[in-house]
């Protein structure tokens, strides 16, 4: 024993290792907590972006919008956001093991902890619009965003297959123009064989999505028209036969 302890305090002399001093402790003690505060936080505004994309898709429409198939639903799921949720809950996971005591908590213990973390900041950012935010965000700075988060513009950015979203600059008795997310003008050829949904208003600078096809370069032969918010109801839904209500204050084209 005593050969044991002549060894190691010559090795401590020979390496010239020393304690380190409180200050540096703390330091180290509290950054990894504050590290995996953030991480938390950051990972529930990833999970709250999925919720806001998902919240602004038609899902009633996949195999028209995403091709057949069963898995036509999986294609218009966030994976930019579930695969960053998913990388940042792995890191709150391994940064609760660096601190001072994790190796104490068993598994089941820090997914507990770290779900119900999850469910606090998650919906404390999704009340304050961090997901939305986080979407734009990613969209103004990520040029490769739009190729792998299947958006409410991207979605209703397909003419080829039928739909078509943009704002209406002009109306006139056969349609309106419609100026879509690239710039492109559209002239949307609207019959009374339209549906056109209740809230969806045509005038002149309002956002609409058109379902509907492709009859030239610049023309879009409209089948329904929605309000860019939402689906809105069908014409008679309501119950009260207010089928034209969407059809700029109820004219007819």
Known sequence: MDNFIKKTLEKIKEQ??????????????YS???????????????ASAVAYLSSQLDWDIPFLAHGSG??????????????????LAALAFFEIRRT???????????????????LVFGFF??????????DQDAKRN????GSLVTTKET?????????????????????????DFSGKNWSV????SADIRTAASLSEGEKVKVIGSEEAEDVFQAKEVRPWEGKGLRRGQNGNGGGQSGRNGGGKF
């Not at 990894?32 to 990833?46: E, K, R």
């Not at 990520?142 to 965003?145: A, D, I, T, V």
């Open 16 to 29: 010239d290792i020393r304690p380190d001093s409180r200050w540096k402790y703390l330091a180290k003690k």
């Open 189 to 192: 050829v609207v019959d009374e």
């Open 125 to 134: 950012s999704t009340q304050m619009g961090w997901g939305r935010k986080a």
């Open 155 to 179: 979605q209703w950015s397909q003419p080829d297959k039928g739909l078509l979203g943009g704002t209406i600059e002009s109306v006139d008795g056969n349609g309106f123009s419609l100026e």
């Open 70 to 87: 069963p898995f036509s639903f999986f294609k218009m799921m966030p994976y930019f956001w579930i695969v960053l949720a998913v990388l």
């Open 32 to 46: 990894a907590w504050l590290v995996l505060a953030f991480t938390v936080l950051f990972c529930a505004v990833s």
């Open 142 to 145: 990520l040029p490769f965003y």
């Open 100 to 118: 001072e005591r994790g190796y104490k908590f068993s598994r089941m213990k820090i997914f507990s902890v770290l779900f119900a973390g999850f």
